[in-house]
């Protein structure tokens, strides 16, 4: 049932001609692809984790002092629109800051004094960051 002929009514006589002349002869051909297809696969998702690892971080450093590539790309010439999204970027990274804070003092990372004056210091910068969007506002 399972020769080398017994996959002649499913591929073509060419296929199979070169499939015997080939040195993996008496293996699944059908198991070779899906190996090949598993490991594809894994090297795409590894490319694509080493990406978002390496822009991540650019994207976070980036955002911190300059207006948003949208913004930039939309044409805002407006100084107050600028303003805001820088305003609202800082927002967004000082509080990204504070829970990436709140997860390392979880884990153990920090002390308990060094956790209450760096999340003191980000909250006085969120308050004076709230009072500037409120007066554009």
């Known amino acids: 049932m399972f020769g080398l002929n017994a996959g002649v009514k499913f591929h073509p006589q ?19 692809a899906a190996y090949l297809f598993v490991m594809f696969v894994l090297v795409i998702s590894a490319l694509c984790l080493l990406y978002r690892q390496k822009f991540h971080g650019q994207a976070i450093s980036s955002q911190e002092g300059r207006t948003t590539l949208l913004g930039a790309l939309a044409g805002n010439d407006d100084p107050e629109e600028a303003e805001f999204m820088r305003l609202k970027t800082k927002h967004d990274v000082l509080l990204r800051r504070i829970q990436a804070l ?36």
Do not use: A
């Open 102 to 137: 709140d997860q390392d003092y979880d884990c153990g990372r920090l002390g308990e004094e060094e956790y209450q004056e760096t999340r003191g210091r980000y909250k006085q910068l969120m308050v004076r960051v709230k009072l500037q969007l409120r007066q554009i506002v």
């Open 14 to 32: 060419g296929h199979v001609n070169i499939f015997t002349s080939e040195p993996l002869v008496y293996t699944n051909s059908h198991i070779w």
